[in-house]
Protein backbone atom coordinates (compact mmCIF):
# COMPACT_ATOMS: atom_id res chain seq x y z
CA UNK A 1 0.00 0.00 0.00
CA UNK A 2 1.04 3.43 -0.64
CA UNK A 3 0.82 6.71 1.64
CA UNK A 4 -2.51 7.34 0.36
CA UNK A 5 -3.93 4.44 0.34
CA UNK A 6 -2.76 4.49 4.05
CA UNK A 7 -4.24 7.70 4.37
CA UNK A 8 -7.87 6.67 3.10
CA UNK A 9 -7.48 3.27 5.74
CA UNK A 10 -6.82 5.61 8.61
CA UNK A 11 -9.35 7.97 7.71
CA UNK A 12 -11.69 5.17 7.61
CA UNK A 13 -10.66 3.23 10.69
CA UNK A 14 -11.45 6.43 12.67
CA UNK A 15 -14.68 6.81 11.21
CA UNK A 16 -15.85 3.36 11.43
CA UNK A 17 -14.26 3.80 15.35
CA UNK A 18 -16.39 6.82 15.94
CA UNK A 19 -19.38 5.31 14.75
CA UNK A 20 -19.07 1.90 16.89
CA UNK A 21 -18.28 3.88 19.76
CA UNK A 22 -21.77 5.97 19.44
CA UNK A 23 -23.75 2.51 18.69
CA UNK A 24 -22.29 1.18 21.87
CA UNK A 25 -23.11 3.99 24.13
CA UNK A 26 -26.35 4.13 22.80
CA UNK A 27 -27.51 0.18 23.34
CA UNK A 28 -25.87 0.71 26.56
CA UNK A 29 -27.77 3.58 27.25
CA UNK A 30 -31.25 1.68 25.61
CA UNK A 31 -30.42 -1.34 28.16
CA UNK A 32 -29.98 0.66 31.10
CA UNK A 33 -33.49 2.23 30.00
CA UNK A 34 -35.15 -1.01 29.74
CA UNK A 35 -33.60 -2.05 33.41
CA UNK A 36 -34.95 0.84 34.94
CA UNK A 37 -38.67 0.25 33.61
CA UNK A 38 -41.21 -0.60 35.96
CA UNK A 39 -42.79 -4.32 34.89
CA UNK A 40 -46.42 -4.65 35.67
CA UNK A 41 -46.70 -7.93 34.67
CA UNK A 42 -44.78 -10.91 33.57
CA UNK A 43 -45.16 -10.60 29.67
CA UNK A 44 -43.59 -6.83 30.43
CA UNK A 45 -41.32 -8.52 32.16
CA UNK A 46 -40.08 -10.98 29.62
CA UNK A 47 -40.33 -8.68 27.42
CA UNK A 48 -38.32 -5.95 28.95
CA UNK A 49 -35.47 -8.99 29.45
CA UNK A 50 -35.10 -10.41 26.19
CA UNK A 51 -35.04 -6.67 24.56
CA UNK A 52 -32.07 -5.49 27.15
CA UNK A 53 -30.46 -9.45 26.72
CA UNK A 54 -30.17 -8.21 22.50
CA UNK A 55 -29.34 -4.70 23.48
CA UNK A 56 -26.17 -6.21 25.55
CA UNK A 57 -25.28 -8.56 23.12
CA UNK A 58 -25.08 -6.16 20.38
CA UNK A 59 -22.83 -3.99 22.22
CA UNK A 60 -20.45 -7.28 22.73
CA UNK A 61 -20.46 -7.62 19.33
CA UNK A 62 -19.99 -3.71 18.72
CA UNK A 63 -17.14 -3.92 21.20
CA UNK A 64 -15.44 -6.53 19.55
CA UNK A 65 -15.58 -4.72 16.18
CA UNK A 66 -13.81 -2.01 18.47
CA UNK A 67 -11.19 -3.95 19.25
CA UNK A 68 -10.78 -5.26 15.89
CA UNK A 69 -10.76 -1.74 14.55
CA UNK A 70 -7.68 -1.17 17.37
CA UNK A 71 -5.66 -3.51 16.37
CA UNK A 72 -6.06 -2.63 12.71
CA UNK A 73 -4.79 0.65 13.58
CA UNK A 74 -2.21 -0.32 15.37
CA UNK A 75 -0.81 -2.76 12.60
CA UNK A 76 -1.30 0.44 10.70
CA UNK A 77 1.34 2.31 13.20
CA UNK A 78 3.56 -0.06 12.96
CA UNK A 79 3.59 -0.39 9.16
CA UNK A 80 1.83 -4.29 9.12
CA UNK A 81 -1.53 -3.06 7.89
CA UNK A 82 -2.51 -4.76 5.20
CA UNK A 83 -0.29 -8.25 5.86
CA UNK A 84 -1.87 -11.24 7.40
CA UNK A 85 -1.07 -11.93 10.61
CA UNK A 86 -1.23 -15.95 10.09
CA UNK A 87 0.79 -16.17 6.86
CA UNK A 88 2.20 -12.83 5.79
CA UNK A 89 0.72 -12.72 3.06
CA UNK A 90 -0.41 -9.12 1.81
CA UNK A 91 -4.04 -9.11 2.37
CA UNK A 92 -6.25 -8.21 -1.32
CA UNK A 93 -6.86 -4.76 -1.53
CA UNK A 94 -10.47 -5.99 -2.31
CA UNK A 95 -10.75 -7.22 0.98
CA UNK A 96 -8.83 -4.52 2.83
CA UNK A 97 -11.90 -2.35 1.19
CA UNK A 98 -14.87 -4.05 2.34
CA UNK A 99 -13.41 -5.23 5.86
CA UNK A 100 -10.80 -2.71 6.45
CA UNK A 101 -9.85 -4.29 10.21
CA UNK A 102 -8.97 -7.18 8.59
CA UNK A 103 -6.51 -9.06 10.52
CA UNK A 104 -6.39 -12.64 7.93
CA UNK A 105 -6.06 -13.24 4.16
CA UNK A 106 -9.28 -15.27 2.58
CA UNK A 107 -7.47 -18.68 2.82
CA UNK A 108 -5.85 -18.08 6.23
CA UNK A 109 -9.21 -16.67 7.62
CA UNK A 110 -11.06 -19.63 6.03
CA UNK A 111 -8.49 -21.78 7.90
CA UNK A 112 -9.10 -20.11 10.99
CA UNK A 113 -12.88 -20.36 11.09
CA UNK A 114 -12.50 -24.21 10.60
CA UNK A 115 -9.97 -25.25 12.61
CA UNK A 116 -9.84 -22.16 15.18
CA UNK A 117 -6.51 -20.46 15.99
Known amino acids: MDDQDLTTAKKRLLQMRKEVIKEVSEASSAAREIA???????????????SRDLLLNLSETQRQKLRDIDAAL????????????????TIAPKRMDVRPFSRY????????????E
Not at 75 to 87: A, T
Request: proline content about 2%.
Open 36 to 50: QEGTPDIGDMSSNTY
Open 74 to 89: DRLESGVYGVCVRCEE
Open 105 to 116: CIDCKTEVEKFG
